[in-house]
DNA sequence: GTGCGACTTGAAGTCAGCTTTAGGTCAAGG
DNA sequence: CCTTGACCTAAAGCTGACTTCAAGTCGCAC
């Protein structure tokens, strides 16, 4: 019960998965708040278990760090997080969750088609999306949804 | 019907969507081949449009140029690529686009689930996986799906 | 032949999200 | 008190996929 049981970064480390240097990063871009010793030592609240756990689902889930940390600064203080107060997040997240799936499958599907279709002539291949009518269109590719262009791995 | 229809850099970027450094950069890491003018100057052969939409399709779905390179590579080196050639690649993206399908539903379910206990405790959230018990287990978050863990620290 | 936009190159810059390095300091057990 | 492992900082480095820059060249219309 004492509020005294801090941890060092390297209970946290331990604990949390993140590398030592992935948690002073973090507080160096305000995800995380710290006290310190006389020393000048990280101590951690255990509380920080639970941010740390926020922001790797978020991160699972391609959430850049900017948009964790307005995540973060969403939830209260100090206190523990209320019921609502995760049910918000999540159900944000929860929609782009559903983007993110649905866009995959409309590459899949798309992808079924091309082999289906044998998309030797790629003139009505969804997938491959003939250059020259891209062409036509402007700069960028504006047939693939919006989720999945120009996200390479990261958000996936 | 002459093959001598080239087009220089600025068409295919057009008509590709790349813009020209994209071109030339994909032309340095061998994605692409180019004859030139006597001048020096890039012409590309109109199967070029091809090879690019083949490329922005896998970048689209997170597949990094090394892996784009060797499947381009696969391709017969002049002719159009036969019906086998493509139904062979398309496979192999059809398997990565269902395992990342898969992995996002899983972590969708996951996080439905969260909704519902409310998620003040942490102890039983498959999506929040509570640090404590992580660090039990070793370094590094092991509950989530492979494709999506992506932990920060691979090395840890 | 001249003007000018499109082209050429290598090198350096960018972005995210960390990691690594160098050179020191702290804290706790013996 | 001393040792030793854990910790501190600032700054630089890394990866991938490009973009931007500087300085110069090409090629085509007039």
Chains 1, 2 share one sequence.
Not at 53 to 58: V, Y
Not at 76 to 100: C, I, M, N
Not at 134 to 153: D, F, Y
Request: hydrophobic share 35%.
């Amino acid at each position: 019960m004492d509020a005294k049981e801090l941890l060092t970064i390297g209970e946290v480390a331990h604990r949390s998965g993140f590398p030592p240097s992935a948690l002073r990063y973090y507080e160096r871009e305000g995800l995380l708040r710290t006290t310190r010793t006389s020393g000048g030592q990280r101590r951690y609240e255990r509380s920080v278990l639970r941010r740390l756990a926020f922001i790797r689902a978020a991160r699972t889930i391609g959430i850049g760090l900017d948009e964790v940390r307005v995540g973060l600064d969403q939830l209260p203080d100090g206190r523990t997080p209320t019921k609502a107060d995760w049910s918000r997040l999540s159900r944000a997240w929860r929609g782009r969750l559903d983007e993110q799936i649905q866009a995959l499958v409309a590459l899949r599907d798309g992808l079924d088609s091309c082999i289906g279709c044998g998309c030797l002539s790629l003139q009505r291949c969804r997938l491959y999306n003939p250059g020259d009518r891209v062409g036509e269109l402007g700069p960028g590719a504006r047939l693939l949804p919006p989720m999945l262009r120009r996200t390479p791995a990261e958000g996936v």
